[in-house]
């Protein structure tokens, strides 16, 4: 409602002793003027600017007479000011201007500037006026007077002696004589008899009143603490015409303010809270609506410490109320009890250091104009001193402080409660949270939003823009778009009243003290009269709101003395002559726009409806209004000013279905009138017989008759519906919202029978659920499910300053105030409020609804925590729990497992038994989850079932778990289940997060798993810098930290178990020759492959069947299966192109690859985890790569032209700079080829060779493989991968191999046996392999020979399996050390020896760039 803003501003007061420090400050009737009393002085302020007019200082001789001064009333036409003093006298004095054209301050503009024109009243607006203050009339009441009360035109004042004089403003008694207290009957009720207790005492006297004019009466506090109201019983004013009446219960009473608008009395109670009564309009007793009190929730430390409350003020428009204490500080509450501000908590009470501040304590304060500002007197104790010499310079300069308060527009102009947007207004500026205008242009930004919203009408600003602006604009961030009002306007209209925007929330218009103007958001600019003299003319008196492009208001015009009913198009100039304009009976005190129609409250308490239309009558587009319907209300309205908001809506307690036509639903069917905080409801009598639409003429129509009015709710500030109708979610578009102030908010939902089934008669088709949120509520977000409002932050700026110099700096004092943005979800309250009431499938219906909403799981979740924090901590047994019936209605989506899980994590452990009684067993979710492929929900309940069952269970079910997400891929799950499995199996309590995320770099440590790759593989590429791990950490780390591996034991165990199912899975993988999906796993989980291909290079390894082998890494690498080019070419492979690469594989020392693995320490940091991902290397890896070497590079390069040594290295590099390939479509620009003059015959062996190839980073991941095969040896898969890159060099080098080595003579035959199928079966069905295998016939034969041979020796001499991979290449050898791994025996499988852990490092570094996410470098490739 209302929210501080920024620093208080300090006024200085003119120097004076100590004496003379102010203590009293009160506003005129207008709010223009402000007195300040000091003990002998009275001053008269000017609110704009904040400038001190005149002071009367009262001569020492009198002053002793008089004694100081107390208080002061101003007089309602603001012409005198009553002045009590401390021996009971009342001074009037006069307020006169002094001549006509002097001013005391007048602004000065530069020659020629716009503002120099003579326009009418520009003096008084602008210049702060001259006047005179003079003592006129004296008058001695001969006892201390406690109160003054201004009452129409007399001063009712109160003594000490217990007597209420009535005193005319012309300082005369009217010969009227004092009435005596005593004399007044007081009774519990107006309806008790007429003689009431007396007061009875002789000593009793009021100490505080006020007058309230809607109750016509006086709120009175007494001496005793009791507190009362007084009313005269007829229209005379005596003793013998007045009745009190006063509740039993408050004793303690200190202050009293009132609240005219919604008719309440709020007593200040000496134990610190506020007590507000009504008058219960039957009887007349005093009833209590509500209590303002500081909770020992939100303030533990000061709750009860406040002392009595000291004052309490109202603001301007009866919205909220300002609280303070003797102890000090300040507190803010709605009118119905919504704590909005309170200094005595956070930065208002504490330094940055942590040390206390003194609060603010308040002598005297007092609202400005529109409550934009709080002018505020001070305790000099506040200031917090501790030093004489300190005193004397504070009390020098006593001072006047002015906080600066920004208001909701719905405080002012409740008729933008059927707005989707916060708007707030400030004295010279608007807040509202619609982002800026050209986002609402963006058709990106909007069709996001429209998705689940078909129903809408387009706005004709954007391509898939909507009436509703939509989550994105509307939550979009948390600072708000802040619009300046025309300075221009603000000069001589200043203070702003009104404001409003329109649907799309592009435009706004202001209102101030005449005529208005508006601004565009797409523009940014505004519209001003551009005749002053029009704008002069008028006063808006019941608010402005939009139609369309139109400006609906009620004004009064001054020239004709007419109320008048205007409507202003936007697009055309500001000026009467395009205003379409309609007489009014009498003046407008509000204003709502529905739909085509425009509903009006007038002062003598009719409503009356118009129809509004778009005309365009020759170039000039205007509005045609026409009457509709009157309403008279005069019955149930005792007085117009109490009337809050008056909407219509398509609001009925029938719903839709049951109404006779189902377009009516949908027509303005009731009018909803809040009244003093009492929300009633009229709708439309459809009792009657109802006349078909078609027959009459629809101008014509006659509009139903309203039924009597009904009350809805109670203590209701603020009312929401909209007029948008939507058959996905009729509960949210069909309820009606209110907001209740302390008391929550409201909802008065429909209940609608499923399927159309005939509803229950017995069933209520509408249900009032209440509910509380944590914010207070500006809007309401209809479809979305969510409230918007705005909250007071604080920023504190004392550490700026040194604590002595600067004690009374306000920016010590007080916090920086700002007025932040915030939302909140509902749905959770209000399905938990319809499953109280048994309404579960209603709660169904509303839910299903709204899951397409993406906060929905939350929703779910929030309130299946709720209820159980209730239900598992209460004391006592709660006799009917609701938690079953929530996981019941929670299983009815497919989100269930994951709500629950969710839920369970965010609980603490002792409350998991009494959830998981409800939801059922964690085991059997566990199972749900698997059969439902969720393995990262899966993954969560394992770590719910590590905690509540035995190391076995949770061990069995993280194997199904392991087992399930190898097969599927999910390698970061799998690295999390291997640490999980080895944090059981040590008996460790780690827990892994529950859905893989991104790992602190210090737990990431536990995956041993990894070894020295464990820093990337844990990191996502976003969150870590490069420069956050160094080489030096890289190499430091262990290169095989097998010594700790074997520390344990349980740990050996462990480990053994997890290397059987990564075997197992492996096997598989090879066995059903997925070779892609197995460089993958090796890459992303660090598995040893070479090691393990070795073992395996007899069995598992084996290629069983060539042709199928090669089919199946066509189709896994995409890769183009070769077809006969129409004129043969002589192939280029046979100039040996690989030759390089060749010596490099055989002879290449372990050097380069150590170099490498360092590198891959790095460049991993910057690589995301999943596999297919983007294509593209970021220039830091290249540049690491390169700066090894040429040599490295040469082996892992492959140029890809077929030029052999022309195309350069560094062209290859720019290649993969260039990213610009994706899947084989790429584009390269070579300089090397830019200078070449190319043959007719070159260029189509180039094009065929494209065509041939598959993408550029299937071709890095064969070749890896290649290198992996090699090196274990395994040289059957090498001949098929051989054959699928058609590298004649490759099998040529295989078999070069086979001569100089004695390698297995099965392998050897398998290899011939495979060779000869793949032939026949090109001859066969795939003739483009002909050419290649043509090629390489001689090295076969020489195969065939070499079997032959070795067939023959093998039956003297049998190899031993350990010695080949020894012999296979020297580069394996170097790198190893002594040791094979073949040697190793099946049943020692578990442990490699330390060394091969080393080689096999070296290996990963390059065997897992290729399986990493699609992003490659040049150590790569």
């Known amino acids: 409602m209302y929210f501080l803003s920024g620093w208080p501003k300090r006024l200085l007061c003119p120097l004076g002793s100590p004496a003379e420090a102010p203590f009293h400050v009160q506003s005129d009737p207008q709010r223009a003027f402000f007195a300040v009393l000091a003990p002998a002085r009275l001053s008269i302020w000017y609110s704009r600017p904040s400038v001190l007019i005149v002071t009367y200082k009262e001569p020492t001789k009198s002053s002793t007479q008089f004694g100081s001064y107390k208080q002061a009333e101003w007089r309602p036409d603001s012409t005198m000011i009553a002045v009590s003093t401390a021996n009971g006298y009342i001074l009037f004095f006069h307020i006169t201007s002094t001549r006509g054209d002097k001013y005391l301050y007048e602004p000065v503009y530069p020659k020629g500037s716009p503002q120099m024109k003579g326009t009418p009243h520009f003096k008084e607006e602008q210049c702060a006026p001259a006047l005179n203050l003079e003592m006129k009339k004296i008058l001695d009441l001969q006892a201390p007077i406690m109160s003054l009360q201004s009452v129409l035109e007399d001063l009712l004042v109160a003594t000490s002696d217990g007597l209420l004089h009535l005193i005319h403003w012309e300082g005369m008694t009217n010969g009227r004589k004092a009435i005596n207290l005593c004399t007044v009957p007081f009774s519990v009720d107006l309806q008790s008899s007429r003689v009431g207790s007396f007061l009875g005492f002789s000593d009793v006297h009021i100490r505080d009143m006020e007058y309230c004019a809607t109750l016509d009466g006086f709120a009175v506090v007494f001496n005793d603490g009791k507190v009362g109201f007084i009313t005269p019983v007829s229209s005379r004013f005596t003793a013998e015409q007045l009745h009190g009446v006063w509740p039993q219960d408050v004793l303690d009473g200190t202050c009293v303010a009132v609240n005219n608008k919604y008719r309440l009395m709020a007593f200040g109670c000496a134990s610190g809270c506020v007590q507000v009564y009504t008058i219960d309009n039957t009887t007349g007793a005093m009833l209590l609506s509500h209590k303002l009190e500081l909770t020992a929730k939100q303030y533990p430390d000061i709750w009860n410490k406040t002392g ?145 919203k078909p129903s809408r009408e387009k706005s004709p600003f954007a391509d898939g823009g909507l009436e509703s602006q939509g989550l994105s604009t509307l939550l979009g961030h948390r600072h708000w778009h802040v619009v300046q009002i025309s300075s221009t306007y603000l000069e001589s209209n200043w203070p702003i009243r009104f404001s409003a925007i329109d649907k799309l929330g592009q435009n706004i218009a202001v209102v101030g003290k005449f005529g208005f103007a508006h601004y565009s958001l797409l523009t940014k600019k505004w519209k001003l009269f551009g005749n002053i003299t029009q704008e002069q003319n008028m006063i808006v008196t019941g608010g402005l709101a939009w139609w369309n492009d139109f400006m609906v208001l009620a004004c009064y015009n001054l020239s004709d003395h007419q109320e008048e009913l205007r409507v202003y198009l936007r697009t055309s100039n500001l000026d009467n002559a395009f205003a379409h304009v309609t007489k009014a009976q009498a003046e407008t005190l509000l204003l709502s726009v529905f739909r085509d129609m425009i509903i009006v409250f007038r002062a003598d308490c009719s409503i009356c409806l118009y129809s509004i239309e778009r005309k365009s009558d020759g170039p000039n587009t205007t509005a045609g209004i026409q009457v509709l319907q009157e309403v008279s209300m005069s019955r149930y309205i005792p007085h117009p000013f109490l009337v809050v908001s008056v909407t219509l809506t398509s609001v009925s307690t029938e719903n839709g279905i049951t109404l006779k036509m189902p377009q009516q639903a949908r027509d303005a069917e009731s009018i909803m009138l809040n009244l003093a905080g009492q929300l009633i409801m009229m709708q439309r009598d459809r009792s009657g017989p109802q006349i078909r639409e078609k027959d009459s003429n629809p101008n014509q129509r006659k509009l139903l008759p309203f039924c009597p009015p009904v009350v809805l709710a109670q203590s209701v500030e603020n009312v929401w519906t909209t007029c948008r109708a939507s058959k996905q979610k009729r509960h949210l578009l069909e309820a009606l919202w209110l907001s209740c102030g302390g008391a929550g908010m409201k909802v008065w939902l429909p209940l609608f029978p499923r399927d159309h089934r005939k509803p229950h008669s017995f069933l209520s088709q509408r249900i009032m659920l209440p509910f509380h949120i944590n914010i207070y509520p500006l809007a309401v977000l209809f479809e979305d499910a969510l409230v918007l409002g705005a909250v007071n932050d604080t920023l504190l700026y004392d550490s700026l300053y040194t604590r002595n110099s600067a004690r009374e700096q306000l920016e010590v004092l007080f916090p920086f105030c700002v007025v932040e943005r915030t939302s909140q979800i509902y749905l959770h309250h209000i399905l938990r409020q319809l499953l109280v009431r048994n309404l579960g499938e209603q709660a169904l219906l509303l839910a299903q609804s709204c899951a397409g909403l993406p906060y929905f799981p939350h929703v779910l979740e929030l309130m299946l925590h709720e209820v159980l924090e209730e239900e598992a901590t209460s004391r006592e047994p709660i006799p009917d729990p609701l938690l079953p019936t929530v996981a019941k209605f929670i299983t009815e989506f497919p989100l269930f497992l994951q709500t629950v899980v969710h839920c369970a994590r965010k609980t603490e452990y002792a409350l998991w038994n009494y959830l998981f009684a409800a939801v059922g067993n964690p085991k059997d979710l566990f199972e749900e989850c698997l059969m439902a492929q969720d393995l990262d929900t899966a993954a969560s309940y394992l770590i719910i079932l590590q905690n509540m069952e035995v190391p076995a269970v949770s061990r069995q079910h993280a194997t199904l778990l392991f087992n399930t997400a190898l097969e599927q891929g999910k390698w970061d799950l799998c690295r999390h289940m291997i640490r999980f499995l080895k944090a059981i199996g040590s008996g460790e309590s780690e827990t892994p997060p529950s859905t893989p995320t991104a790992q602190e770099p210090s737990s990431s440590g536990g995956f041993e798993f990894f070894r020295n790759r464990s820093i990337s593989l844990s990191q996502s590429a976003e969150n870590v810098p490069p420069s956050k791990f160094s080489l030096q950490k890289t190499l430091s780390m262990p290169s095989g930290p097998s010594g700790k591996r074997w520390s344990r034991d349980s740990d050996c165990a462990e480990n053994m178990y997890i290397d059987m199912m990564l075997w197992r899975h492996a096997r598989r993988l090879l066995e059903d020759v997925r070779l892609k999906d197995l460089g993958c796993f090796a890459a992303q989980l660090g598995f040893e492959l070479i090691g393990w291909l070795c073992k395996e290079r007899t069995r598992a390894a084996r290629v069983d069947n060539f042709v199928i082998a090669l089919k199946r890494l066509h189709k896994d690498f995409l890769w183009p299966l070769p077809i006969i080019p129409a004129s043969s070419i002589s192939s280029p492979f046979k100039n040996g192109k690989y030759r390089t690469g ?162 297995d003579g099965e392998m050897l035959q398998n290899i011939k046996t495979g060779l000869h199928a793949v032939d026949r079966w090109a001859s066969t069905d795939c003739p483009g392999y002909k050419p290649f295998l043509n090629i390489i016939k001689p090295q076969l034969q020489k195969l065939s020979e070499i079997t032959e041979e070795q067939v023959q020796s093998d039956a003297f001499q049998p190899i031993t399996v350990g010695k080949t991979p020894e012999q296979t290449s020297t580069r394996a050898e170097e790198s190893r050390g002594s040791s094979g791994h073949g040697n190793i025996p099946q049943g020692e499988i578990g442990g490699c020896s330390m060394v091969s852990r080393k080689e096999d490092d070296t290996i990963r570094a390059e065997e897992e760039e290729p399986f990493e996410d699609g992003t490659y470098d040049c150590s790569v490739s």
């Open 308 to 452: 009595a409350v000291k004052l309490i003020r109202w603001s301007p428009d009866n919205s909220v109320i300002i609280v303070t204490w003797e102890y000090g500080g300040l507190s803010l509450w709605s009118v119905f009890g919504a704590q909005l501000i309170c200094t005595l908590g956070g930065d208002f009470a504490y330094r940055s250091d942590g040390t206390k501040k003194d609060p603010l304590k308040i002598n005297s304060m007092s609202w400005g104009a529109e409550g934009y500002h709080l002018w505020v007197i001070s305790g000099f104790d506040s200031q917090n001193i501790s030093v004489g010499s300190d005193l004397r310079s504070i009390v020098k300069q006593p001072s006047i402080l002015l906080f600066q308060f920004i208001k909701s527009v719905l405080t002012v102009n409740p008729c933008m409660s059927s707005q989707e947007q916060v708007l707030l207004q400030g004295e010279d500026r608007l807040y509202l949270n619609c982002g800026e205008a050209s986002q609402t242009q963006n058709p990106r930004s909007s069709s996001a939003h429209s998705e689940y």
């Open 1142 to 1303: 060749e010596q490099l594989l055989k002879s290449q020392s372990a050097d380069p690859f150590l170099s490498l693995e360092v590198d891959t320490g790095i460049s991993d940091i910057q690589r995301s985890q999943s596999w297919l991902g983007s294509i593209g290397p970021t220039h830091h890896e290249i540049d690491t790569a390169s700066s090894h070497g040429p040599q490295m590079q040469d082996a892992f390069l492959s140029p890809l032209s077929n030029k052999g040594d022309e195309c350069s290295i560094g062209s290859a590099t720019d290649l993969t700079e260039s990213s610009s390939m994706v899947d084989g479509d790429w584009t390269m620009v070579d300089e090397n080829f830019s200078t070449l003059s190319l043959t007719q015959s070159e260029l189509e062996h180039i094009s065929m060779e494209l065509a041939s190839k598959g993408p550029h980073k299937s071709q890095i991941q064969l070749r890896y493989l290649l290198h992996i095969f090699m090196e274990a040896g395994c040289l059957d898969w090498c001949i098929v991968i051989g054959l699928i890159l058609r590298e004649s060099s490759v099998i040529s080098q295989i078999l070069v191999i086979t001569q100089s080595s004695e390698v």
